[in-house]
């Protein structure tokens, strides 16, 4: 905040209040939205955004981004990483872009190099079938420098942003921006979950029974695969390197095609106001997007910048850290989950569902997606009346 209070030409102040969780800003901004007291930028995640504008209270930034004045440089909105910059514009919305990322993680699947190395493999699965071969023979034979009992290939928590994840490996997506309709049930998704259920069903794969527990298998070098956020690569590092202190590193998912990786963050949004006070908050957020600001961001936080150029001034950070480096080698490949209101009700029903598909070996994918679906677009419907 002081670089830009002390910088810009407009003498434009802006001041920083923490007002607590993701959740906690989201219950307070739902009251103070469209009144006086509500503050002139939130932080939130896209499904938050989608449920305030619901309310006709967030700033259309399509109103401003192309100004010839206070815009923003057709270059400057090409250097944007292409995923990061479209997870902002909402279709439900006619297309509003009605938020800006600051940073972005990613969906990576880590593994353990030298594990693979002793059970012949030269580099990381990148096809389903490679993924499986590896998993169900690391499940058979423990990596040697273990410093815990146990072996297994995989353990994947129960989470709707890992659903995404596997969906989008097997070439499907959840939701159809043309319809503006959950895709929760199809081919590809129905597809990636007959796979996993032969995992577990094989021995090959296991349940993330406590919180960080793949990441404390993985350390302690009983855990060959992980999938988890970009956001954890410190403590993958830390915890690696004070038990099995194995050499590591993280790789797109196995996917059936083009990989296509899950990507998250909260961005920033500007609430309704006076033209004057909308235009300073657009040009402070021009400013947390200027590439030596991402450079700043991103290697305080270990989160991925948003812009190209800003990923092209991190080289001593990405020779230093390795991982990192493979992370963001990732970014053409960055997809993303939908920016709908009430999608925490629908990531719910996404965990219920898949819970029960990879547990009980009777039921039919189809048939429990399928009813998946169905609620999720019922909630959608509700949401938008």
């Not at 279709?91 to 002793?118: A, C, T």
């Not at 812009?307 to 970014?331: C, F, H, K, Q």
Request: hydrophobic share 35%.
């Amino acid at each position: 905040m002081d670089g830009f209070n002390s910088t810009n030409q407009y003498n434009i102040k802006v001041i920083a209040e923490y007002a607590g969780s993701y959740q906690e800003i989201y219950k307070k901004m739902l009251a103070l939205q469209n009144t006086y007291r509500v503050p002139d930028i939130v932080v939130s995640y896209q499904n938050q955004v989608a449920s305030y504008q619901k309310e006709n209270s967030i700033f259309d930034l399509n109103t401003i981004i192309d100004d010839p004045t206070y815009g923003m440089p057709q270059e400057n909105q090409d250097d944007f990483i292409d995923a990061f910059f479209l997870q902002d514009v909402y279709s439900i919305y006619n297309d509003q872009r009605l938020g800006f990322p600051p940073n972005r993680s990613m969906e990576v699947m880590y593994y353990n190099k030298d594990w693979l190395k002793e059970l012949g493999f030269t580099a990381p699965p990148r096809t389903p079938t490679e993924f499986r071969e590896m998993a169900c023979k690391a499940a058979k034979q423990p990596f040697r420098g273990r410093t815990a009992s146990g072996s297994m290939g995989y353990q994947m928590t129960i989470d709707a942003s890992r659903f995404a994840s596997w969906t989008f490996a097997f070439g499907g997506d959840i939701y159809d921006y043309e319809t503006n309709q959950f895709t929760l049930n199809s081919p590809e998704a129905v597809e990636a979950f007959t796979f996993l259920r032969g995992l577990f069903a094989d021995g090959c794969a296991t349940f993330v029974t406590k919180t960080y527990g793949d990441q404390i298998d993985f350390s302690e070098g009983t855990l060959l695969f992980t999938v988890a956020s970009s956001s954890g690569l410190s403590f993958y590092d830390y915890a690696v390197e004070n038990e099995a202190s194995f050499d590591w590193s993280v790789a797109a998912l196995p996917s059936t095609g083009i990989p296509k990786q899950n990507t998250y963050g909260s961005s920033v949004s500007i609430f309704k106001s006076t033209p004057e006070r909308q235009l300073a908050s657009w040009i402070f957020l021009k400013y947390l997007t200027e590439p030596e600001v991402q450079k700043f961001w991103a290697e305080s936080t270990g989160y991925l910048p948003v812009r190209r150029s800003a990923g092209g001034l991190m080289r001593d950070l990405m020779d230093a850290v390795p991982e990192y480096r493979d992370t963001w080698n990732l970014i053409d490949f960055a997809w993303f989950e939908p920016s709908v209101p009430d999608y925490d009700t629908v990531r719910s029903a996404i965990a219920f569902h898949m819970e029960a598909v990879l547990k009980n070996l009777n039921l039919s994918i189809q048939s429990e997606f399928d009813t998946l679906n169905n609620f999720a677009n019922e909630i959608l419907e509700a949401q938008l009346k």
